[in-house]
């Protein structure tokens, strides 16, 4: 077996029930996996061959051979749709196998659990038919350029890597398995207590402040943070380069725009240069770009960040904004009414969730979703119960800025006015 040709597919087979409905995975591999992979050049000639171990007629036991493709495969291809356990089983075994060579898709509207938020997933869709191009093309272009670039993307070998340089110290082991148990608990002081000694004791790497980083960041710490990106992305960590640029333009607003603070433009587009396909990047840019009234340039980069992200709800809100800013209405149809009704279904599944998902944006991100069809009542139900999950005063300014925005620009819709004055009102107490 060439396992230098090989893309091996984790992914689950036959039909499964996903979030109430049925996914024929079988189908998906077929159509849209199947071919994607078939598409993709090696770089030193002839294309990837991609298998599954379903598929492969061995005498041999089913899992030896899956170990065997996780192991020296030169590509795996990961649908985390679902959140199968035996993907998840095998996806880590790969992460452990392998430093590079894994590309994680899903599904446009299925979640991301906490443990691989780290890693990318890219969006795919397979419904309606005409779809299927499209995601093929994704695969094959995310393939491609993993095989030309051979970036290290396993959290686990990268996370070892580092611990591997310094000295084995058992009680810096001790300190970052307690971080990893404090942030399971949601106890986010003590991870970053427990965090703060272990880079100070020995476990000063790019990996540990990225961590640490974030959670600073989730607290509203923006200057320690920044400090943390900063280290970070100076050693090579990608994605703290994106970080480091909202951290940037968070500290350079908050501060009144002094002229020698960078705005965090110049990160985020370097960091968009490293990953063009990185969508929250592409859209932090955009962020920017509409906090300085630059809003055509906004426009377009939420734009591309929406259509780069098939349609995430974080650009595809922004984008009817910035949208209803500029032109005074927002005008939702086709590909992006699709996407709006896709981000709702999945919100209000998020929502519902104990504990909700990504509160407090899953909520205000429905509620705003609510106000574009009509539903007033509904729309400010859940702002209140969003009001309720937001841990820090600036979650909430954040979401009353955006909404100002179609205020501003004169759009008219039921219930945006009442939103606006609630969380006003919030703010004043």
């Given at each position: ?36 992979i ?70 446009v ?6 443990d ?10 397979y419904?309606p ?9 994704l ?75 974030l ?13 943390q ?146 539903e ?47 969380l ?6």
């Amino acid at each position: 077996m060439d396992y230098d040709r090989i893309c091996f597919v984790v992914m689950p087979f036959g039909k499964k029930t996903v979030d109430g409905r049925e996914v024929d995975f079988n189908h998906i591999y077929r159509s849209v996996f199947e071919p994607a992979i078939a598409a993709t050049p090696l770089p030193e000639g002839g294309f990837l061959e991609p298998r599954r171990s379903d598929q492969d007629m061995f005498t041999t036991v089913i899992t030896h051979d899956m170990f065997h493709y996780l192991e020296y495969s030169r590509m795996a291809l990961t649908d985390i749709t679902g959140l199968n356990a035996n993907v998840f089983f095998e996806l880590g075994v790969r992460l452990r196998a392998q430093q590079s060579g894994t590309a994680v898709f899903r599904q446009v509207d299925a979640e991301i659990p906490f443990d691989i938020r780290q890693i990318k997933a890219f969006p795919y869709e397979y419904e309606p038919d005409e779809k299927i191009a499209e995601s093929r093309s994704l695969i094959t272009q995310v393939l491609t350029e993993s095989l030309k670039h051979h970036r290290p993307d396993s959290p686990v070998r990268l996370a070892l890597a580092q611990q591997q340089e310094q000295a084995a110290d058992p009680r810096i082991d001790k300190l970052l398995l307690e971080a990893e148990n404090a942030v399971r608990n949601d106890d986010k002081p003590v991870a970053i207590m427990k965090l703060r000694t272990a880079v100070r004791d020995g476990a000063d790497n790019a990996y540990t402040r990225m961590k640490l980083g974030l959670l600073l960041k989730e607290r509203g710490q923006w200057d320690r943070a920044l400090e943390q990106f900063e280290t970070a992305s100076a050693r090579g960590y990608g994605d703290a380069l994106r970080e480091q640029g909202i951290a940037e333009n968070k500290l350079y607003e908050a501060k009144g725009r002094p002229i020698d603070m960078p705005t965090g433009e110049d990160a985020l587009r370097r960091a968009i240069r490293l990953e063009p396909d990185d969508y929250d990047a592409i859209a932090s840019l955009g962020g920017i770009l509409k906090r300085q009234r630059r809003y055509d340039e906004a426009l377009a980069a939420y734009r591309q960040a929406t259509d780069v992200s098939c349609g995430h709800p974080y650009p595809l809100l922004n984008e009817f904004k910035i949208q209803g800013r500029v032109d005074g209405k927002v005008e939702i149809t086709g590909q992006r009414r699709a996407w709006l009704r896709q981000a709702k279904a999945a919100r209000q599944k998020q929502v519902r969730d104990d504990p909700p998902y990504d509160a407090p944006w899953s909520f205000f991100d429905l509620s705003e979703m609510h106000l574009y069809d009509g539903e007033q009542d509904e729309a400010l139900k859940v702002l209140r119960e969003g009001i309720e999950h937001s841990g820090y005063g600036w979650m909430l300014a954040t979401h009353l800025e955006s909404l100002r925005l179609l205020q501003s620009g004169g759009v008219q819709l039921a219930g945006l006015d009442e939103c606006i004055s609630l969380l006003e009102a919030e703010l004043a107490t």
